[in-house]
């Protein structure tokens, strides 16, 4: 992250993100695969770097790359294997969602998983200050309710932020510059996904 300073002298809190270059490495169709999508690769590697079978796979004119995933599609037709994806489909002033996974927190206690403000400090409490308090109640239902919100594993799941800003495009490094913050730590692998017109 950093921050980027528009003609009135405001600064915005923005990251920058290398997004692509992208190569299309497989096309799925309904009617070999029973549904529309598209495998892209991204993050160009020596080809030693990668086993025989993902070699053997990206063989047909799709440079080797190191991460693949797949995204579904309407038009695919209108692609073809090799083709390259890349910043260019952005301008500034557009808006976008991005996916990602969160940092992980470990285990975590309920004040800061879930917000609780803890119990009183007074009064003869001696050592529950961050404890949760009652989980249920005693005959009626006569056990824990799913979804009761406990300590447990905290952060390392998929986030999506919705409605970013595209503030500035470069496409000769394959930079975007996006207002605000993104899930997930420095160099962590993200989807960029253009925002569908609602009519």
């Known amino acids: 992250m950093t921050r980027l300073f528009d003609d009135t002298g405001a ?35 020596r080809s030693n770097k990668l086993t025989r079978p993902e070699r053997g796979h990206l063989k047909d004119g799709v440079p080797p790359v190191k ?6 599609v309407t038009d695919a037709d209108e692609l073809s294997v090799g083709e390259r994806i890349d910043v260019g489909m952005l301008v500034a002033g557009e808006r976008v969602d991005v996916v ?28 529950r200050w961050r404890a949760p308090g009652s989980i249920g109640s005693g005959t009626t239902p006569g056990r824990v309710m799913k979804g009761m919100r406990m300590a447990g594993h905290m952060g390392d799941e998929r986030v999506t932020v919705l409605n970013l800003e595209v503030l500035r495009v470069d496409p000769e490094r394959n930079l975007i510059a996006l207002r605000g913050a993104i899930p997930g730590p420095r160099g962590g692998l993200i989807m960029i996904k253009k925002r569908q017109v609602e009519l």
């Open 67 to 72: 991460t693949l995933r797949e995204v579904p």
């Open 11 to 45: 600064a915005t809190a923005t990251t920058i993100v290398e997004a692509g270059p992208c190569f299309v490495t497989q096309i799925r169709t309904l009617a070999t695969d029973g549904y529309e999508a598209v495998q892209l690769g991204f993050e160009q590697v």
């Open 100 to 127: 990602g996974q969160s940092k992980g927190k470990g285990f975590a206690g309920v004040i800061k998983r879930h917000g609780f403000h803890g119990g009183p400090k007074t009064h003869g409490q001696s050592d």
